[in-house]
């Protein structure tokens, strides 16, 4: 089974017109406070690079999920956030797969605001993907945010991932798709956030990812929210105690079925009264 799932995996990867960037199903949970001041976390910066400037202390996320219940395409992500005076940095490592085709990447990202009303950041990445039986290959990619603080309330922002297009294999034909986001957050009260991000990537349609976070009561948040393009929606609770926080996330495919995740994230040096947004 495992033979004919990496030979599937194959065909689909070096057929495709350009690579599609491998993003956790539930992208649009774990990244939702990217596009605000006072509800990001330690992990939003994955999602755009710029929302590493509102980040207060140092933490750690670990974040995996079982996609659609199959072992074979796990995924696993780690983060860490360190703050400085001279702004802000972010480090990140994937894997997804299993022993017969697996993708792994490598991410520095830095991040710091120009001042009260602009934020701004880049990420550099390595990425690699492994067949035993077809080899291996490897590029670099880059990407870059900016967020606008409209108001107290309302926050913009703008992400570019790959525009220059990194190309993998030895006559660099395979191209690792371009993808440009616009996202717009609205801090409803200092409890109620919403978000939604119109995305394009390349030889894909039009993406648009609504969500929302809810702190129900101190220590306790729950999102949720849906994406078009592939008609799915996602939703889970995080709960909080001290400096560590952790969250039960679940995504549904229509065709597809459930993808169960877990995300937990600690704070250093900090005791933690209350989830974003208190």
Do not use: C, W
């Amino acid at each position: 089974m495992r033979e004919y799932l990496s030979f599937a995996l194959f065909i689909i990867f070096f057929n495709a017109e350009a690579q599609k960037i491998r993003q956790p199903v539930a992208a649009g949970y774990i990244g939702l406070g990217a596009y605000s001041k006072n509800f990001s976390d330690g992990y939003s910066f994955t999602q755009n690079q710029a929302a590493l400037a509102n980040v207060k202390s140092a933490s750690a996320t670990v974040y995996t999920e079982k996609r659609f219940l199959i072992q074979e395409l796990s995924l696993y992500s780690a983060s860490i956030v360190l703050p400085t005076t001279s702004g802000n940095f972010g480090v990140q490592a994937d894997y997804f797969g299993f022993k017969n085709f697996n993708e792994t990447q490598f991410g520095l990202a830095y991040g710091r605001d120009l001042g009260s009303k602009v934020d701004v950041g880049v990420k550099f990445n390595y990425y690699g993907v492994h067949i035993p039986t077809y080899g291996s290959a490897s590029t670099f990619t880059a990407e870059a945010g900016i967020l606008l603080h409209l108001t107290e309330k309302i926050h913009a922002g703008i992400h570019i991932f790959n525009p220059a297009g990194g190309k993998l294999g030895k006559n660099q034909e395979e191209k690792i798709a371009s993808v440009y986001k616009f996202g717009l957050g609205y801090e409803v009260s200092d409890i109620f956030f919403i978000s939604s991000e119109i995305s394009k990537q390349e030889d894909q349609p039009v993406n648009v990812t609504v969500g929302f976070q809810y702190n129900l009561i101190k220590q306790f948040l729950i999102r949720g929210g849906i994406v078009s393009a592939t008609n799915s929606s996602f939703a889970g609770v995080g709960v909080g105690v001290k400096q560590l926080r952790i969250d039960v996330v679940a995504s549904y495919h229509p065709q597809l079925g459930f993808t169960p995740g877990l995300l937990v994230l600690f704070e250093f040096g900090k005791r933690k009264e209350s989830l974003p947004g208190e």
